[in-house]
């Protein structure tokens, strides 16, 4: 697999926990969207290590094509 799997049209909006580890689903085939389940496995695609720094609501990517990844950039909107 070269290229990932569009998971969504948009982004995932998440309450993340300030100091919590996330794993971000990069290959777009997870059934836990947006976090990785394992299914890159065999893709050639790992999931991104996400930190928060706060506890919030963030954005993460949904289309698999931010420039900012694992946060949505917006390129959902042009692909």
């Known amino acids: ?9 948009g982004p995932f909006a998440v309450e993340v926990e300030e100091g919590k580890s996330y794993f971000w689903c990069a290959c777009g085939k997870s059934s836990r969207q947006p976090f990785c389940d394992g299914s890159h496995k065999d893709t050639g695609i790992t999931p991104v290590k996400f930190v928060a720094e706060a506890s919030r609501k963030v954005f993460f990517c949904g289309c698999k094509s931010s420039k900012k990844q694992p946060m949505c950039d917006g390129s959902h909107n042009q692909s």
């Open 1 to 9: 697999m070269v290229d990932p799997v569009r998971a969504s049209d």
